[in-house]
């Protein structure tokens, strides 16, 4: 009887709702009758795990949808203009905005999830990268310096630069600028000329500019991203993105 009273407990919550009962919502009704728990894990154990299991995930999962609504209510704002290197399709419904430290391992994890999410939503995702180097890594600078020169020649090399940085950063900690180098080479752009231009005044400007984006927005963590204006900050994982460029495409 306490066993099916559970069962029901999460049925009508769920009904009343029209979701998953959270967290709390479940603390609550057990507070006021703790010999449901009980009775049920006594009845059969296994199943009472299984059915508590599945309503927190569910809980959580809820939980956390709403907490990416409330977040889409704050959206931000960046400078995007026309002549700043970008990945995906010009004009797709979801603008991902990357700030990150080129010598940043978590940065070359979520760089790594940013590539899975051009895969997963073909046409639909255009990524810009921005820069927003830390003082801890002495290449993040030159990096990003190298990045934006080559930019000059070719968008396309730069984004298959960073890449390269990005995939490689054993390789970037222990061989330093021979490494950043060899990487310009390997994608096909002029070398003297991105040496040469990674100096110019409008690639410190762009960087001054990201930079100060970065730090307006209030991201002092690498990475931190804006998707559609909406913030998510650190390395997550791939499934937070998809939960919210699944929001943003259904309410589109």
Same mark, same amino acid.
Do not use: W
């Given at each position: 009887?306490?066993f @099916?009273?559970?069962?029901s407990?999460? $049925?009508?919550i %769920?009904?009343l709702?029209?979701?998953a009962?959270?967290s709390?919502?479940?603390k609550?009704? %057990?507070?006021?009758?703790?010999?449901?728990?009980y009775?049920?894990f006594?009845? +059969?154990? /296994? &199943?009472? #795990?299984s059915?508590?299991?599945?309503?927190? $995930?569910?809980?959580?999962? =809820? *939980? &956390?949808?709403r907490?990416i609504?409330?977040l889409r &209510?704050?959206?931000?704002t960046?400078?995007?203009?026309?002549?700043?290197?970008?990945?995906?399709? /010009?004009?797709a419904?979801?603008?991902i905005v /990357?700030?990150? +430290?080129?010598?940043?391992p978590?940065?070359?994890?979520g760089h790594?999830v940013?590539?899975?999410?051009l895969?997963?939503?073909?046409g639909? %995702?255009? %990524?810009?990268? &921005?820069?927003n180097? #830390?003082?801890?890594?002495?290449?993040?600078?030159?990096?990003?310096?190298?990045?934006?020169?080559?930019?000059?020649?070719?968008?396309?090399?730069? =984004?298959?630069? @960073?890449e390269?940085?990005?995939?490689?950063?054993?390789?970037?900690?222990?061989?330093?600028?021979?490494?950043l180098?060899?990487?310009?080479?390997?994608?096909?752009?002029?070398? =003297?000329?991105? #040496?040469?231009?990674?100096? @110019?005044?409008?690639?410190?400007?762009?960087?001054?500019a990201d930079?100060a /984006?970065a730090?307006?927005l209030?991201?002092?963590?690498?990475?931190?991203?804006?998707v559609?204006?909406?913030?998510?900050?650190?390395?997550?994982?791939? *499934?937070?993105?998809?939960?919210?460029?699944?929001?943003?495409?259904?309410?589109?």
């Open positions: 009887m306490r @099916a009273s559970l069962i407990l999460g $049925t009508t %769920v009904s709702l029209g979701c009962p959270s709390a919502q479940l609550r009704a %057990v507070e006021a009758d703790p010999d449901i728990v009775a049920a006594q009845k +059969d154990p /296994e &199943k009472f #795990l059915v508590m299991t599945s309503l927190t $995930t569910k809980g959580r999962a =809820a *939980e &956390k949808l907490e609504d409330e &209510k704050n959206r931000k960046p400078v995007l203009t026309s002549d700043i290197s970008f990945r995906g399709t /010009e004009g419904p979801i603008v /990357e700030y990150s +430290d080129m010598q940043c978590y940065c070359g994890r790594e940013i590539t899975q999410l895969a997963a939503y073909p639909r %995702v255009q %990524v810009y990268l &921005k820069h180097p #830390l003082q801890i890594h002495p290449m993040a600078v030159p990096a990003a310096e190298l990045y934006e020169a080559i930019a000059l020649q070719d968008k396309q090399k730069a =984004a298959a630069f @960073a390269g940085i990005f995939e490689g950063l054993d390789a970037l900690n222990s061989r330093g600028v021979v490494f180098h060899s990487a310009v080479r390997m994608v096909g752009a002029d070398l =003297a000329a991105a #040496l040469r231009d990674r100096k @110019a005044p409008s690639v410190a400007a762009r960087i001054a930079v /984006e730090k307006l209030g991201f002092s963590m690498t990475p931190s991203f804006l559609n204006g909406v913030q998510i900050i650190g390395a997550q994982p791939i *499934e937070t993105f998809k939960k919210l460029i699944d929001r943003e495409l259904a309410s589109k």
